[in-house]
């Protein structure tokens, strides 16, 4: 079979501005498995960096040499150690709760080739769906659940790149790819993509766990063929979002512009830095940013009630913030809130898009969030008054995500003081504003569009100035583990009052007593579990190896 080998890669990060004063919540994770592709977005540390423009940048993803393999396919997956190192990380991290699998194009541009009969094709798709469904499987049965994220590929670019290198065709890294399946055109190619797409739409479809965003196009319809390709036919020409989604234009390739450019030659199949983002970041806006979430996310509602008023009385159903021409811009958002459970409230936290910047960014200050338990003026309406109207309770959020360039996200983690106002029997508003900034104004997306609108997000439970996370790596040593049946816990004085061990499926399998720093878990079977310890502080967890 033939595989894709790996040139090389580069890295680069995006860093957005913080509030020194503030603390990012307890980070999250995601597993990264696959082939070259899921190598690319390890090694770029693309999905961190698409998670912080989208606000969540508490969130990072997992992944490691053995897991993110360049020229890998679905076999090899199904090894004992690469399922061992699949069990090995999620029981490492017990905040992943998304693995995002790349895998399946290296068998299917190996082993397909344009003499294939149709009898042919869906035998060989017969074969690498069985292949995928196994490794599906096997990530599901390691912590029951868990989601997959099938990431998917768009059209590639063998023609056009190789014919770029003439004469010198015969030495471009792909040719041997491209000749093995007897140089297909474009649309052959992308034909037999579409049909993979069509298939795991269908078994995604029919798997609750299972998330998959057929979007083969997607390169063409956010890039365009902005020049006619060097390989023809087809000829022409189109524009950046004028292809329809998902298949786009399927007798043109990608365009070259998107795929990872070598100097002396252009990939037919992997993408550049910003394709993978492009690619991660659609899964983010029609999966992750919602899912990643905690307990209860709204939508602001799309009425009169979501606007703009500024300090000279003017009103506006889009969304500003910031100064022009010594007028006040505030921005107000309107949440339905009555589905909030009646409890206490842990975090709460506000999303905002960047939609379009004027001057100066406004957002690089000290953000303003008012907080109303029903209305600000005498109507839910954005009114005039809305501007001086006298709040319940006001405060400067913490600022996270990505604050560097249009279709960013912001994250404003609200203040506890405003949590008691956030009402379950009521609209509750908000006023984000700006107080002090010259010079230009933000303007944010409005709810016209429900996976780009404002957000408001809720987690339940106890308030953090009433709960501290132990550190379990400094105030537990846990010792010896592996064991074959004793284990002393090392507390640092702290009072341990509940102790148990769950297995890798979340079941309590043991409630074990403590006798002087001393738990006895000879009891249980051989195998990894998880200590769950808790104290009057708070809870912590750790991985115990029973021999």
Known sequence: MKRFTLLFAICGLCFSKLFSQCVEPTEKKVLLVGDSWAFFMNSEATINNVFKTWGHSNYKFVSNASLSISGAQTDDFMTPASEAEILNQLTLNPTINVVHLSIGGNDFLGDWNVS???????????????????????????KPGIHIVYSGYVYPNFAETIHDVAPFETQHPFYGTWDGMEKPTYIQINTILNQVCERMDSVANADPQLEFFKCPGLMQYLHGQTSPLTLQPPTGTY???????PYGDPNFPSPKSTMRDYGIAKDCYHLSTQGYKDLVGYSTQKFYHKFLMDDLYLLSDHSAQTGTVSSTGNTDTSLYMGEASGEQFATVLSFNTTAMADTTLRKASLFLRRKALTGTNPISGSIQ????????????????????????ASGNPCLFGSNTGDGDWIRLDLPVSMFSHISHSATTQFIVSAPGATGGKVQFNNSADAELAPVLNLAYGQ????????????????????????????????????????????????????????????????????????????????????E
């Open 463 to 546: 308030t953090p100035s009433a709960v501290n996370e132990i550190n379990a790596a400094k105030e537990f040593y846990i010792y010896p583990n592996p064991t074959n049946g004793l284990l002393t816990i090392e507390t640092g004085g702290e009072n341990i009052t509940h102790l148990e061990l769950t297995n890798l499926l979340g079941q309590v399998v043991l409630q074990p007593a403590m006798v002087q720093n001393t738990v006895n878990v000879s009891a249980l079977a051989a195998g990894v579990y998880m200590l769950n310890i808790t104290t009057k502080n708070g809870k912590t967890s750790q991985r115990v190896v029973k």
């Open 369 to 392: 969030v008012k907080i109303k338990s029903g209305n600000f003026g005498a109507t839910a309406d954005v009114e005039p008054a809305d501007f001086t109207a006298v709040e319940d």
């Open 116 to 142: 294939n009969t149709q009898g042919q094709t869906d035998t060989l798709f017969d074969n690498v769906f069985q292949r995928l469904d196994s490794i599906i499987r096997y990530i599901k049965s390691c």
């Open 239 to 245: 524009a950046a979002f004028t292809v329809p989604m």
